[in-house]
């Protein structure tokens, strides 16, 4: 028992649990041959005693040994090293077969690398000690917190195993059920459950619908400067992309009829709200022409109202599927930016003929969403939950826009121009006097900041933007002074 109590080091700050620190610390040395196979472990009561805890503990530690196999119990004699120890060691697949020292790097059959080739996949950090994102909410605000509270409440029910098995493709009907409530108060969208399917985020949406709308050689409308991450979606279908000019009320619809009259137009992407990069919102008079345009001319809306709950001047504008009477509109959404990014819980809103086929195209990609998960949304939105953080939140990114265009003004006023966004997470910002958001970026790495340098902004990857979008909603006050304080020194170096 002695032997074994000084290999064993337990340390009750850490956060792993003392008694699988014990357990993982007699694995270790079961791997290492230190604890040879079939020999005897001490009892739970001595071991305790030796270790200066808790006789459960030792218990709780030997119980997740035999689970794993590593121990043998038999009772009146004790608790022994397994003799067939739960580990293996594989065999070659031939004796004569090459050992392969490093995997390979390339395929030996052809893969196509061109099909995707404007796709901008995640890269991480910088590793710069400050950046400006493109605009995401500030992710220690997230109400992690309840989310685990209603996983730890499944947790003590007895049905709590049937949301580990296969679900509903289309989604937890209890999620679906509320979230057609949740939409109904704050969209204005007269839906019931039948009318949704739940996404892994927005763009798991948009996916599903250009694969089901759109083919090769088909028209398809976006805003320029635009979303790239839509674009991609539509290109990879093999339908041809039209362009169409962003101002300050949205998209050009002049534009969007010209096309319209001399090609057949399969679908419109438009975000209403917050239009990226622009931060534009679309005006009333528009989306009631754009409804038309869509009932003359047949063609389907594919409206990404992404932060739709994040309004800061005034009364938001209903989207236009709460106005939409035809049956035009795809309505996508996402808690991505209500609670965090990395909460992959979207939604796509149609009539159900749409829904049904995108609940099969949907199976084929995922199956179907994390049912514990979309559970624990679920009771989120019907106990309030969520109402009152995103009413929190707003006040907090209310006064964060407001400190931050200060903050802009008083440090950049004479070299940089910007409207205040009524909503959103991000400010579209132009410099002035001929300064380039790329040279800017260049200085400012150096400095340690990480800023836009004015690309991906359009669709041809080579233009560059005279406007930089710069977020302001996941910086605190001081963090916002810091970052902006060298921007202004790397802005002024090229003045």
């Given at each position: 028992?002695?032997?074994l109590?000084?290999?064993?080091?337990i340390?009750k700050?850490l956060q792993?649990?003392?008694?699988?620190?014990?357990?993982?610390?007699?694995i270790?040395?079961?791997?290492?041959g230190?604890?040879?196979?079939?020999s005897a472990?001490p009892s739970s009561?001595?071991l305790?005693l030796g270790?200066?805890?808790h006789r459960?503990?030792?218990?709780?530690a030997y119980d997740e040994?035999?689970?794993?196999?590593?121990v043998d119990?038999?009772?009146?004699?004790?608790?022994f090293?397994?003799?067939?120890?739960?580990e293996v060691?594989?065999r070659p697949?031939?004796?004569n077969?090459?050992?392969?020292?490093?995997y390979p790097e390339k395929t030996?059959?052809d893969?196509?690398?061109?099909?995707?080739?404007h796709i901008?996949l995640?890269?991480?950090?910088s590793g710069?000690?400050?950046a400006?994102?493109?605009g995401f909410?500030d992710?220690?605000?997230?109400?992690v917190d309840?989310?685990?509270?209603?996983?730890r409440r499944?947790?003590?029910y007895h049905f709590?195993?049937k949301y580990?098995?296969?679900?509903?493709?289309?989604?937890s009907e209890?999620?679906?059920?509320?979230l057609?409530?949740?939409?109904?108060?704050?969209?204005?969208?007269?839906?019931?459950?039948?009318?949704v399917?739940?996404t892994?985020?927005?763009?798991?949406?948009i996916?599903?619908?250009?694969?089901?709308l759109?083919?090769?050689g088909?028209?398809?409308?976006a805003a320029d400067?635009?979303?790239?991450?839509?674009?991609?979606v539509f290109?990879?279908?093999g339908?041809?992309?039209?362009l169409v000019?962003?101002d300050e009320c949205?998209?050009d619809?002049?534009?969007v009829?010209e096309?319209?009259k001399?090609?057949?137009v399969?679908?419109?992407y438009v975000?209403p709200h917050?239009h990226?990069?622009t931060t534009v919102?679309l005006?009333?008079?528009r989306r009631?022409?754009?409804l038309e345009?869509?009932?003359?001319y047949?063609?389907?809306i594919?409206?990404?109202?992404?932060d739709y709950?994040?309004h800061?001047?005034?009364s938001?504008?209903l989207?236009?599927?709460?106005a939409?009477y035809?049956?035009s509109?795809i309505?996508?959404?996402?808690?991505c930016?209500?609670?965090?990014?990395?909460?992959?819980?979207?939604?796509?809103v149609?009539?159900?003929n749409?829904?049904?086929?995108a609940?099969?195209l949907r199976?084929?990609i995922d199956?179907?969403?994390?049912q514990?998960?979309?559970?624990a949304?679920a009771?989120?939105l019907?106990?309030g939950?969520?109402?009152?953080?995103?009413?929190?939140?707003?006040k907090?990114?209310?006064?964060?826009?407001?400190?931050?265009?200060?903050?802009?003004?008083q440090?950049l006023?004479?070299?940089v121009?910007?409207?205040?966004?009524d909503g959103?997470?991000?400010i579209?910002m132009?410099?002035l006097n001929?300064?380039?958001p790329?040279?800017v970026a260049?200085k400012a790495?150096?400095?340690?900041l990480?800023?836009s340098?004015?690309?991906?902004y359009?669709f041809d990857p080579?233009?560059e933007s005279?406007?930089?979008r710069i977020g302001f909603?996941s910086m605190?006050?001081k963090?916002m002074e810091q970052?902006t304080?060298?921007?202004?020194?790397?802005?002024?170096?090229?003045?």
């Open positions: 028992m002695q032997f109590t000084g290999l064993l080091s340390d700050s792993v649990p003392v008694y699988l620190q014990i357990a993982n610390g007699i270790g040395h079961i791997r290492q230190t604890l040879k196979p079939t472990l009561r001595a305790a270790l200066k805890v459960n503990t030792v218990v709780a040994l035999y689970a794993q196999s590593w119990v038999y009772p009146q004699k004790g608790i090293i397994a003799s067939n120890l739960p060691s594989p697949i031939a004796d077969a090459p050992q392969l020292l490093s030996h059959f893969v196509c690398e061109n099909t995707l080739s901008n995640f890269k991480p950090a710069l000690s400050i400006f994102n493109e909410p992710t220690r605000l997230a109400p309840l989310m685990l509270r209603e996983y499944f947790a003590g709590t195993s580990l098995l296969y679900g509903p493709e289309q989604g209890n999620l679906r059920t509320e057609a409530r949740f939409l109904g108060e704050t969209r204005g969208l007269h839906v019931n459950p039948e009318h399917l739940m892994k985020g927005a763009q798991m949406a996916y599903l619908a250009a694969q089901l759109l083919g090769k088909d028209t398809v409308i400067p635009g979303y790239c991450g839509a674009n991609e290109v990879q279908t339908a041809n992309l039209e000019p962003v949205g998209i619809l002049d534009a009829e096309i319209c001399k090609k057949k399969k679908a419109l975000i917050h990226q990069p919102t005006s009333s008079e009631m022409r754009l345009l869509a009932m003359k047949s063609f389907a594919l409206e990404d109202d992404y709950d994040f800061y001047a005034s938001p504008i989207p236009l599927a709460s939409d035809y049956g509109v309505y996508i959404g996402s808690f930016k209500t609670i965090a990014p990395g909460i992959r819980i979207g939604f796509m149609a009539p159900p749409l829904i049904s086929q609940t099969k199976r084929i199956r179907q969403g994390e514990l998960l979309e559970e949304m009771n989120l019907k106990n939950d969520i109402t009152r953080h995103l009413k929190k939140a707003n907090l990114y209310h006064e964060r826009r407001d400190v931050f265009c200060d903050i802009l003004n440090q006023g004479e070299h121009s910007f409207k205040i966004p959103g997470f991000a579209w132009k410099y001929g300064i380039k790329k040279a260049e790495a150096v400095m340690g990480a800023v340098a004015g690309r991906d359009y080579s233009r005279e406007h930089i909603a605190n006050f963090e970052a304080e060298l921007l202004a020194k790397a802005v002024k170096k090229l003045v």
